[in-house]
């Protein structure tokens, strides 16, 4: 008998439900940006960086901390939907309640707003954090193992093109000539935010869960996270993984702060932080096809080197745009590369390294050990209080050229199998290579 997870009438119904989820979810995420939208916001309400650094700080460590708790508390649950419905109905609610407080009290109380604003973004990214083990989980009992290539191709394609046009829905929500004007711009660009979200949530409840086995490997949270740590000791390659992830992911700690640098020192029109999101997003878009050819060509090493040299590129681009306004079109281009990069290299290299049993284990320890570069933003604020920012940008790209160079030690499993993850035997000490 065919199971549930793999009837056609199941598999094209979560089909088309997940790519509405997919595209939409993608659509807010664009509207939402903290690396464009966001910080743009904040810089209207404060000329503190440490509140574009504060935002980043929050988003990072929300999203990779509760990945291992989640992970714990759902490990015997046979249906995680409900618990993922309830995350997307808190995230597309944060966003309304913003939208209305910016729309009421933005101009006249703009600390208010940014108090809210950093609680709500706070809640957000912690939901976020958690729904993304939900999601992976659900995700590869609703779609058939066979079809996952083609779904997450249509999804990376119709969800950028929905984020580019996003892009362009902000240029005209922000700019002069067309917009409603501050704080109306804003709060519209966040009310879009919310509902983007809230027909994600409904592509999301159409979708039929296959039930899971109600089983439970870890004996308590301590028992996971000592089998976290062993697995750690055991494999030398994930660390020099962890490592060159870890210092890509400290540069991109720049990403908000070229929006702030290009309205606040270089003089840009608020407009154009709607162009430069779709320019990220179009970056992010071309530069995937170029990731997925090297990820079948090559392996996914040399992704991830790609992916640095994007890293390194993009505040070097930064510093040049002291003397010319056009290089923030490749250092927006240069943020969406990086990130595509980094997520679909260290994405499927840590599949290829890890084994079916050790892959739920090492995913969630790979975010949760980098949670301490998540407070690298709020070290560029207090960089960028006291430096210039062309010097803050080309220390990021001596940081991003070891970022490189560890890039290129990480062992590609496909080719030299010493670079897979082993599990040691219980008692026995840590094999190592």
Same mark, same amino acid.
């Given at each position: ?68 708790? !989640? =992970?714990? @508390?759902? &490990? ?5 939907? *409900?618990?993922?419905? /309830?995350?997307?109905? $808190?995230?597309? %609610? ?76 902000? !240029? =005209?929500? @922000?700019? &002069? ?5 501050? *704080?109306?711009?804003? /709060?519209?660009?966040? $009310?879009?935010? %919310? ?239």
């Amino acid at each position: 008998m065919t199971a549930p997870e793999h009837r056609p009438a199941d598999y094209r119904r979560n089909f088309g439900a997940g790519l509405v989820h997919g595209v939409f979810f993608q659509m807010a995420a664009a509207l939402g940006s903290i690396h464009t939208v966001l910080p743009s916001f904040v810089a209207t309400l404060t000329p503190s960086t440490y509140a574009v650094g504060l935002m980043a700080t929050v988003q990072g460590a929300g999203e990779v901390v509760p990945q291992l708790l !989640t =992970a714990y @508390l759902i &490990e015997d649950r046979p249906r995680k939907k *409900p618990l993922l419905l /309830a995350v997307i109905s $808190l995230r597309w %609610a944060s966003w309304a309640v913003l939208a209305a407080l910016t729309w009421w009290l933005a101009d006249g109380h703009p600390t208010v707003v940014l108090v809210v604003l950093l609680v709500l973004f706070t809640a957000f990214s912690i939901a976020g954090g958690a729904g993304t083990v939900l999601y992976a989980d659900i995700f590869s009992r609703a779609i058939p193992v066979r079809r996952r290539g083609l779904f997450t191709g249509w999804r990376q394609l119709l969800g950028y093109a929905a984020a580019i046009g996003a892009g362009w829905v902000v !240029t =005209a929500l @922000l700019s &002069e000539g067309t917009g409603p004007g501050f *704080p109306g711009d804003y /709060a519209l660009v966040f $009310l879009l935010t %919310a509902a983007a979200l809230l027909i994600a949530f409904g592509g999301f409840a159409m979708i039929r869960e296959p039930e899971a086995p109600a089983v439970r490997t870890s004996g308590s949270m301590g028992h996971l996270l000592r089998k976290a740590a062993a697995l750690a000791r055991a494999n030398p390659n994930f660390r020099r993984m962890l490592a060159a992830r870890g210092l890509a992911e400290a540069v991109l700690a720049l990403a908000p702060f070229y929006v702030v640098y290009a309205l606040t020192e270089r003089g840009i029109a608020r407009e154009m932080v709607g162009v430069y999101l779709a320019v990220q997003m179009a970056g992010g878009a071309l530069s995937n096809l170029l990731w997925g050819w090297l990820g079948d060509r090559f392996g996914n090493r040399a992704v991830v080197v790609g992916a640095a040299l994007a890293g390194l590129a993009t505040p070097a681009a930064a510093a040049a745009a002291a003397s010319w306004d056009g290089w923030f079109l490749m250092v927006f281009a240069g943020i969406g590369a990086t990130m595509s990069g980094v997520r679909l290299g260290y994405g499927n290299l840590i599949l290829e390294v890890s084994s079916p049993a050790l892959r739920p284990t090492c995913v969630a320890l790979q975010n949760t050990l980098l949670a301490p570069v998540t407070v690298m933003p709020m070290v560029v604020a207090a960089l960028a209080s006291a430096v210039a920012y062309p010097v803050l940008f080309w220390s990021g790209v001596a940081l991003m050229a070891a970022g490189t160079a560890a890039a290129v030690r990480v062992i590609d499993p496909r080719h030299d199998p010493a670079g897979a993850c082993i599990e040691d035997a219980p008692g026995t000490p840590p094999t190592r290579r």
